[in-house]
């Protein structure tokens, strides 16, 4: 059998949709569309929302909270909704749906997408890979900002300010996206927000003096991630409302 074991082809049928957890953790929204089989991140990428308590005709998926749609063959967002969905390669074999082998968080996330093999194999070596269980803090604020963090699988949870006074800082679920970036920027040696697992995850953390190395000796490939990076940032100040 190839791949990881998500269900039976029968457990979803035509113009249905159905949450599967796979071995390793990660759970999937997987949706028949006519007969054709996708497989997509689970809760939504605006809120902790189930997708699969969404809306489903076929074609586009609506999720009912706040109404985000997106196209089932893509994941590509239409109308009010600001994100893609991640896309999981499904295999179909007889009657059943596996998972089909996925590239490593460093590929698929977009950080370091378009980054020459030499420079990914060398920022592949600098990343040590940590299981955590849910409710472990990875970082809370004040805390030395060394590392940048890229999420595999699992789901990770920040808020801003301290003890009682904290506000949501959202939440990441996608295989590859990056956070912890204060560790990439000059200037910034102290953590201001806390990410926490609220599920068991698994995340490279890269030293970023380490990181900002490798991109040195790679112009092109640093000149892609810085602007990568203020891309995020811009992104995530305008979605926090901060900016
Ligand atoms: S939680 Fe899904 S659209 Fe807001």
Redesign the pocket.
């Known amino acids: 059998m190839a791949g990881k074991f998500v269900c039976r082809v029968s457990d979803v049928p035509p113009n249905s949709l159905k949450e599967c957890e796979v071995e390793g953790g990660i759970r999937l929204l997987i949706a028949n569309a006519g007969g054709e089989f996708f497989g997509y991140q689970a809760m939504?990428p605006?809120?902790d929302?189930s997708l699969c308590e969404g809306l489903f005709d076929g074609e586009t998926l609506t999720?009912h909270?706040?109404?985000?749609q997106w196209s089932i063959r893509t994941g590509e967002p239409i109308g009010l909704a600001e994100a893609p969905l991640e896309r999981f390669a499904l295999s179909v074999e007889a009657d059943t749906i596996n998972l089909a082998g996925q590239g490593s968080a460093l590929d698929v996330g977009e950080l370091f997408r378009g980054v020459a093999a030499g420079t990914l194999e060398k920022l592949a070596a600098l990343a040590r890979a940590e299981t955590h269980a849910p409710g472990t803090l990875l970082y809370g604020p004040g805390d030395r900002a060394e590392d940048l963090f890229v999420l595999d699988s699992g789901r990770v949870e920040f808020s801003i300010g301290r003890d009682t006074r904290t506000a949501p800082g959202g939440f990441m679920l996608r295989k590859g996206e990056a956070f912890g970036w204060a560790a990439m920027l000059d200037g910034y040696t102290e953590r201001i927000a806390s990410a926490r697992c609220i599920e068991s995850s698994t995340v490279l953390r890269l030293n970023g003096k380490g990181v900002t190395g490798i991109l040195e000796a790679d112009p092109a490939g640093g000149f892609i991630v810085m602007k990568r990076l203020a891309g995020m940032i811009a992104r995530y100040l305008a979605v926090s409302g901060t900016q």
């Open positions: 939504c605006h809120q929302v999720c909270m706040h109404l985000w």
